[in-house]
């Protein structure tokens, strides 16, 4: 049984935080903005980098299906292994259910998305306003619901390295330096 | 004698019934539709104005003869947001306290074969004046007129979006404006 993420695994996790901690700041920052030229193409951005995202993860699950995850440590208690792997089901499902719920949203707000300004994409539901601004207060809470889980996330991520020592972090790092 | 001016009459009678009968003239505003698609990043946007009047005659039979006005209440205008509805009433787009309407008065109107029809005409929006010419097509539906057709406005040619926004790269120059027309036909003329 291997004993690190593969390099792929990584490699996909990094750039993936980078992508949705980004999307993240900039969509909290845009929907404040007045409208403006800059504003449109705010916009735009965010929907092609969430769609790009998107993308990523279904990419990211397909290859975990062929390369499962290693082993978390024999030594952790059995309900911090199910949150665990609870917690990265949960981040799985919000990564999927958040750039859908911005597709949905633009679609109902009557906003296609054409991917980089060339590929249009189907819009999934018809114009409808009330709907539109429903979508738009799931794709927030979404968010808000993902950065809460994320903050857990990482705190358990560094109470592995820090108070536990084992290889939890170290084996999802890109430049691992030797276990200590 | 008396037999020819009878003769003479009905003649009358039947060319006045053949030319004049349909004349479509009442227009009919809550049947009529206004709408226009914009372009932002590439993105189409489906926009619509609800109100607007107007007084048209159009027989089919003799489309130069024809004439059109359409006034157009610009706040009644759906740009497709809540955001968009609120910008364009302000100065950099329609600056609705001096520019109100919008008007089209027709000047010509040309038979392009079957029902096709071409119209030209003024369009003044934000006190500049355009001409336009905007293919059609006309058919019967019962008792009403329909005229179906549209054109490309260059919103640049109106000053609708002035400064940041006369960027074409975010909100394209060409609009497509779109208009079905629904006119009853008028009492009949003898
Ligand atoms: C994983 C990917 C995504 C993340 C992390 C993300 C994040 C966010 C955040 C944090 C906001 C601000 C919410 C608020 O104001 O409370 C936002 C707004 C928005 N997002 Fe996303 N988003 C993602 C994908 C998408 C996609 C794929 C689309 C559309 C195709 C989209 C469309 C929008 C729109 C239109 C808004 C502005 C809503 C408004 O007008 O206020 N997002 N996004
Ligand atoms: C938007 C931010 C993030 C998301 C959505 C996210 C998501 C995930 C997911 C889904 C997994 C499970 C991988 C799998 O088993 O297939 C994972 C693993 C992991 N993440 Fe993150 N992550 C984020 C940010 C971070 C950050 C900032 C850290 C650094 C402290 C971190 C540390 C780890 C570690 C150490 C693992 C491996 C856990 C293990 O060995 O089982 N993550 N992450």
């Known amino acids: ?142 968010n808000f619901t993902l950065a809460g889980l994320v903050v857990a996330h990482v705190a358990a991520a560094l109470k592995h390295h820090l108070f536990d020592r084992d290889d939890v972090l170290s084996r999802m790092l890109p430049f691992h330096a030797s276990k200590h | 004698m008396s037999t020819t001016r009878i003769l003479l009459a009905t003649l009358a009678v039947v060319a006045a019934g053949d030319l004049g009968a349909v004349e479509y003239s009442q227009f009919q505003a809550d049947k009529s539709r206004l709408t226009f698609v914009s372009k932002q990043m590439g993105v189409p946007i489906d926009g619509s104005f609800r109100k607007f009047g107007g007084s048209l005659s159009f027989d089919p039979a003799r489309p130069t003869a024809a004439s059109a006005r359409l006034d157009l209440d610009l706040a009644s205008i759906d740009a497709g947001s809540r955001d968009a509805n609120e910008e364009v009433v302000g100065k950099p787009w329609f600056n609705l306290k001096m520019f109100p309407t919008a008007t089209f008065v027709s000047s010509a109107v040309r038979p392009l074969g079957g029902d096709k029809f071409e119209l030209a005409g003024k369009l003044t929006i934000k006190g500049r004046t355009q001409d336009i010419t905007a293919p059609f097509t006309f058919h019967q539906e019962g008792s009403n007129g329909i005229f179906d057709g549209g054109f490309v406005l260059k919103r640049l040619d109106f000053a609708l979006g002035d400064g940041v926004w006369a960027d074409v790269a975010t909100v394209a120059n060409e609009v497509q404006i779109k208009f079905h027309i629904v006119a009853a036909a008028a009492a009949t003329r003898k």
Do not use: N
Request: with cysteine; glycine share 8%.
């Open chain 1, 1 to 142: 049984m291997e004993t690190r993420y593969t390099r792929t695994a990584i490699a996909l996790h990094w750039l993936m935080a980078l992508l949705l901690t980004g999307l993240f700041c900039v969509g909290l920052y845009m929907s404040d903005l007045p409208l403006s030229p800059q504003k449109l193409k705010i916009y735009s951005w965010h929907k092609w980098a969430g769609i790009t995202a998107f993308l990523l993860v279904l990419l990211r699950l397909a290859w975990r299906v062929g390369h499962p995850p290693p082993l978390l440590p024999a030594g952790m208690p059995a309900w911090q292994q199910a949150a665990a792997h609870g917690l990265h089901h949960l981040l799985y499902l919000l990564m999927i259910a958040i750039p859908l719920s911005g597709w949905l949203m633009s679609s109902a707000k009557g906003f296609q998305t054409v991917y980089f300004g060339v590929l249009p994409l189907p819009d999934l539901l018809p114009k409808d306003k009330e709907l539109g601004e429903l979508l738009e207060v799931v794709h927030s809470g979404l």
